[in-house]
């Protein structure tokens, strides 16, 4: 009998901040989050994040990339393809995490989340506030493979856990959070022991 596709929502930050509200979240929603995949940069290759992706005891999986900042495809985006293309591996989303990146293509989004916890029409800064003139495009170090990829779900963010507190621990991290269920909505995906 083949082994079933996890599920797994891709996050393009992995600081220390983002880890604890990424595990804070997965918690949450009753999945998993891949806490070895933090750090800056990202300290593990596509293969190990896939063998500790089905490791995890229940989808889904929300998993960390992080480039720090490095020209080029740096190790986040390298992982991300390799995960991406992993065929047992069932991608519901990804998170792009806006930063003050300046040589980047961006990612195209549809839509982002603002520092409020709205779902709005355009990208947002890294701050989380929606900006018109970014052309639907989040700036950040991780995010230019996300299109070329075909990844579905992609939602824009300000840096995770951070946005002058509003997204902190103390608060409940409200806005990844609606991050995170938007891509769980639109993916159909309904996981076990959602609060």
């Known amino acids: 009998m083949p082994e079933k596709r996890r599920k797994v929502i891709l996050i393009t930050d992995g600081d220390h901040v983002a880890q604890r509200v990424v595990e804070m979240i997965a918690r949450k929603i009753g999945g998993r989050a891949v806490s070895l995949s933090a750090g800056n940069p990202t300290p593990l290759s596509g293969s190990q994040m896939v063998e500790l992706i089905k490791m995890t005891p229940q989808d889904p999986v929300l998993i960390m990339f992080d480039d720090n900042g490095d020209r080029g495809r740096g190790r986040g985006e390298q992982a991300i393809e390799y995960v991406v293309k992993h065929p047992d591996i069932e991608v519901l989303g990804a998170i792009a995490v806006a930063s003050n990146t300046k040589w980047v293509n961006g990612a195209a989004v549809k ?85």
């Open 111 to 195: 839509v982002s989340v603002d520092n409020l916890g709205r779902i709005v029409n355009e990208a947002v800064d890294k701050h989380g506030y929606a900006e018109t003139e970014l052309e639907n495009r989040i700036y950040g170090d991780t995010v230019d493979i996300l299109n070329k990829l075909n990844v579905p779900n992609i939602i824009g963010i300000g840096d995770i856990g951070k946005m002058q507190g509003r997204d902190s621990l103390r608060n409940g991290c409200p806005i990844t959070m609606a991050a995170v269920n938007w891509i769980l909505e639109r993916s159909g995906f309904h996981a076990g022991n959602q609060e």
